[in-house]
């Protein structure tokens, strides 16, 4: 039998304990037998997160480096740990120590999970890097070295769990486990509004001050996506985002207070397909945040907004006329104007030529591995989107699902 130490005895990493996978794997190591279903939680584990290698192993360094624990708060960025910690961190290291070289066989896991490959690679680098000091290291102190040194580099608790955060209905962050991962260089067409906005981001994830930004235009032509894709981007440094909705404006003050403690993080908050009809109050919260008369925005989190309205509030027939009465117009014009104003930087999303429509097409289907002479593609995708609501990416994403489609079912029908 494995002569493993339990894991009930861990001091600072008690809380280890608390995840349903680690509470078998110190139960099986007791008993020297592991559960059936283990195998499979872990790989499950493995391909929701793109951990690869040594399951057990990499699973565990994957908690220890969020360290999303009780005692996390004193192990943030920058933050001085006390000795007495550091001692409980050499104590915790030198039990999970053994549990770091385990081979899966030795309890009776799958020996799928000694040499695992995920589908898709995209764990963090620095639990990797983490992994690899530690299995480098020649003992439970310097492995002890090795994890408070990761923790003043990388931070731990939430926010070094997770890149994307939305607000669940009391007003509190909820880590988004499967938030997409995009990649920016896949978006094509915008390329002056792609650039100021990585530009923007970039200067902001370096620690220096940046815009809040107003992405307008019709729906479906990447806005969202291209703000999710700042998160693959400068994630590993230290960027994290944040959703809301327009419904939870009124935590905004308190989020943004929260968000202002978090020194060592910079925050994109953003607020997706956003409006005011006329007559509703909630923008006044929006402004006042970024006005500072209540709570004022903290220089670490910048506002990303997108629109299909240039000035977020609707703007009636009523404002437009020329009998309205001319306090009333002036008013809400410059109310309406005010807003949006308070963005550094509007970036305005207009109508796809066709050739990038084309090519945006193009790029994805390649990626199928599907190549179209120019003149065919040409033929059927401005057919598809005459059929449809016009010309945007969201179309055009379209057109590539329906190809593919049709692709296979002439293969299916030729064999």
Known sequence: MLNLPPLEALLAFHGLLTDPIIAALSKAAQSGKAAPSLSAQLVEKAETLGLWGRLPATYLVHLLGGASLPLSRFLEKGQQTGPSLKKALQHDLSILWPYLFLDPCDLSLSPLLAHYEPTIHHARKGEMALLQALLSAKDPDEGATIALSHYESYGSGLFSEFDAFRLDEDGLLVGISDFPHYDDRDLLGYEAQKTAILDNTAVFAAGKKGNNVLLTG???????????????????????????????????????????????????????????????????ILKSAIDGSVTSQPENVLLYVTSNRRHLIKETWKDRKDDADDVYRDDHTNESISLSDRFGLILHYGKLSQEEYLDIIAHELSKKGIALSREELRVEAVRWEMEHSGRNGRIAHQFVTWYVGQCFLKKDKSI
């Open 218 to 284: 019709a729906r479906g032509t990447g806005k969202s996506t291209l703000v999710k894709a700042m998160v693959s981007r400068f994630g590993e440094k230290s960027l994290r985002l944040v959703q809301m909705g327009r419904t939870q404006l009124d935590h905004l003050p308190r989020l943004l207070s929260l968000l202002g403690q978090e020194k060592h993080y910079r925050f994109v908050l953003f607020l997706d397909d956003l409006s005011f009809d006329e007559g509703e109050q909630e923008y006044k």
